[in-house]
């Protein structure tokens, strides 16, 4: 039977193309989104219209009853979830002095309490099969801190710590959580830099260019696997050396 992945915001970017990935690979994906219903129902239409099993499911993961009812409806449509990937995910540039807390509230709500939400919803599901694979997108910016990202940046060391603890608690459950921390990637989360700011920015990178959202696909994929059976609490770094 297909095995089943659950991707929150995929509607865009990084979860698109993992959408798109697992999708050929003959999974049943679910395609969540937010605001982008347009994005998202294309991909779904074109993905379905070559054969594959997508749908899509319009939830904001900071809430916690939309997060519910996602899970509900997946596990009713396919009867199960296999793979959960935290990937929705939004970013605020500004001083520290100049960050609301309002804007605060928001990136924490969306980038760390969605993937918590979102574990706590799909987790019965898997122990109750003694199996499943998370997979959180962090950022190396969890990692190592950036200057005027001192929101996003928490949210994804938060995101880090979540993993590690969570791996811990569900390992007895043969459930393994990981975390990826993506370093610079083509994607419009990108789009507020200019092309100068672009080009001085990979000039630091090791491996000298911006990574992509299939890069980072690929990565999912591999710890969705059995290949990763015995990997847990592990934060992979697809960053082209920027963080080492
Ligand atoms: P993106 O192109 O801006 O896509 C973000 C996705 O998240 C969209 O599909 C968006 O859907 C969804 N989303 C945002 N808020 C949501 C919410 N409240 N509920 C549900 N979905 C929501 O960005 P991306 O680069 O692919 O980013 C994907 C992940 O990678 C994020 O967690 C990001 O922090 C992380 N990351 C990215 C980079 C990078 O350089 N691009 C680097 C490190 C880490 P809607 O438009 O439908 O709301």
Not at 45 to 70: C, D, F, I
Not at 204 to 233: C, H, Q, V, W
């Amino acid at each position: 039977m297909a095995k089943t992945v659950l991707i929150t915001g995929s509607s865009k970017g990084i979860g698109a193309a993992t959408a798109i990935l697992f999708a050929t690979k003959g999974y049943n994906v679910v395609i969540n989104y937010n605001n982008s219903y347009q994005s998202a129902s294309l991909l779904c239409q074109s993905l379905v219209s070559n054969g594959y099993s997508v749908m899509t499911h319009k939830a904001n993961v900071a809430n916690r009853l939309e997060v519910e009812l996602m899970v509900k409806e997946t596990l009713y449509k396919f009867g199960s979830i296999d793979i959960l990937v935290n990937n929705a995910g939004i970013a605020h540039q500004g001083l520290v002095t100049e960050t609301d807390e309002i804007d605060f509230d928001q990136i924490i709500d969306v980038n760390l309490k969605g993937v918590f939400n979102c574990c706590k919803a799909v987790i019965p599901s898997m122990v109750s099969k003694q199996s499943g694979k998370i997979i959180n997108i962090s950022s190396m910016w969890g990692q190592v801190g950036a200057s005027c990202e001192v929101a996003y940046s928490a949210s994804k060391a938060g995101v880090i710590g979540l993993t590690k603890a969570l791996a811990k608690e569900l390992a007895p459950s043969g459930i393994t959580v990981n975390a990826i921390a993506p370093g610079l990637i083509e994607t419009g989360m990108n789009s507020n830099l200019t092309v100068e700011e672009l080009a001085e920015f990979v000039e630091t990178i090791p491996l000298g260019r911006m990574g992509n959202a299939d890069e980072i696909a690929a990565a999912i994929e591999f710890l969705a696997s059995d290949k990763s059976d015995y990997i847990t609490g592990q934060v992979l770094g697809v960053n082209g050396g920027f963080v080492i």
